[in-house]
């Protein structure tokens, strides 16, 4: 009972931001003690090259592995961080927690890997934390190029001076980015060109309803040919049948992401899942 009153809790708080005080005060406390207590833990989702097979690519997502409620998803608590301020801590334990897992894929598997996170908007506003990542790369033997930020459109519609710049340091290291989540918003490809971006992510609302010829078909193929006279590349998100696959394929979008290739697993799972996935 209990259990099922805190994550009625937790899905009062993703439907409504306006909270009673005394339920705010208590999410906050749960997640500072989550910082604290060091609950949370990085799945990750392979990203494949639709055009070999390979894999050389994932995206680290985070889990809260809250003492009364189990495994938490992002959706659930990450706009409470976001609005708390907390997204920074958070966002720093993921950074350090991907570097170090990088360093085990990269002595395990492959030296090439390149690991996407997510990073909010409001990890920009102090910008010195996420400038701070490149001495953190280098301190942990890796280049800015594994590395990948995975950010919305929204935070480059009207990009204050400091954003811009940020960027710009982090893909002068090496760093890429990427637009998570695209389509969804109101940018143009061409507008968002303009910061440099590596990659496009198509957002799943799209190859989710993939059939010859309908409409999403149209944009999926749009979006792809756009992006690549752009000089960007393409990933699709939220592929689950072997026909969206396929589709996708032949609109020659480079990378798929879905639950057909694997859902998000632990970094031990996922781990076995690359050496499996290497031997086929
Ligand atoms: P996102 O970055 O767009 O991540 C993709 C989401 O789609 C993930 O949800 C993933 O589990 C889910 N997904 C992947 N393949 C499929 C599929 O085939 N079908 C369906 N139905 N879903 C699929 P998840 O892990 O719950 O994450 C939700 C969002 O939370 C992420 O969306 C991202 O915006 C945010 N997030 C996750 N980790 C972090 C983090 O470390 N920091 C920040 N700031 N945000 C994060
Ligand atoms: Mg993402
Ligand atoms: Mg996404
Ligand atoms: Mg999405």
């Known amino acids: 009972e209990a259990k099922k009153l805190g994550r009625n809790r937790f899905q009062f708080f993703q439907a409504s ?46 889990r809260w ?3 009364a409620n189990g495994l938490i998803n992002p959706s659930e608590f990450i706009a409470l961080a976001e609005e708390t301020g907390l997204i920074e801590e ?34 920009f506003i ?10 953190a790369i280098v301190n942990a033997g890796v280049a800015g190029r594994h590395i990948c930020i995975e950010i919305t459109e929204g935070l480059l519609l009207q990009p204050s001076l400091s954003v811009v710049n940020t960027i710009s340091a982090l893909r002068d290291f090496g760093i890429q980015f990427s637009i998570d989540d695209f389509g969804t918003g109101y940018s143009a490809l061409a507008y968002l060109n303009k910061f440099d971006i ?12 993939l059939q010859a010829n309908n409409q999403d078909a149209i944009l999926c193929e749009a979006i792809t040919s756009m992006a690549h006279k752009l000089g960007m590349t393409v990933v699709a998100e939220g ?14 979008c480079d990378y798929g992401q879905g639950y057909l290739i694997s859902k998000p697993k632990s970094f031990a799972d996922f781990m076995q899942f690359l050496f499996e996935h290497q031997k086929m």
Not at 27 to 41: G, K, W
Not at 126 to 135: I, Y
């Open 198 to 209: 590596e990659y496009v992510k198509i957002d799943r609302s799209f190859t989710h309803n």
């Open 17 to 62: 931001m306006q909270l009673d005080t005394t339920t705010r005060l208590a999410l906050m406390n749960d997640l500072r003690e989550a910082i604290a207590q060091q609950q949370f833990e990085l799945y990750y989702q392979p990203i494949i090259n639709l055009d070999t097979q390979e894999i050389l690519k994932a995206e680290a997502l985070i």
């Open 65 to 67: 592995n809250h003492p």
């Open 90 to 123: 958070i966002g720093a334990w993921v950074f350090h927690q991907v570097l170090h897992d990088i360093k085990h894929i990269h002595a395990q598997y492959s030296p090439d890997f390149q690991v996407s996170v997510n990073v909010s908007p409001k990890q």
């Open 239 to 252: 592929i689950e049948t072997e026909a969206q696959a396929r589709m996708l394929s032949s609109f020659e």
């Open 126 to 135: 102090r910008p010195e934390r996420l400038l701070a990542w490149k001495t």
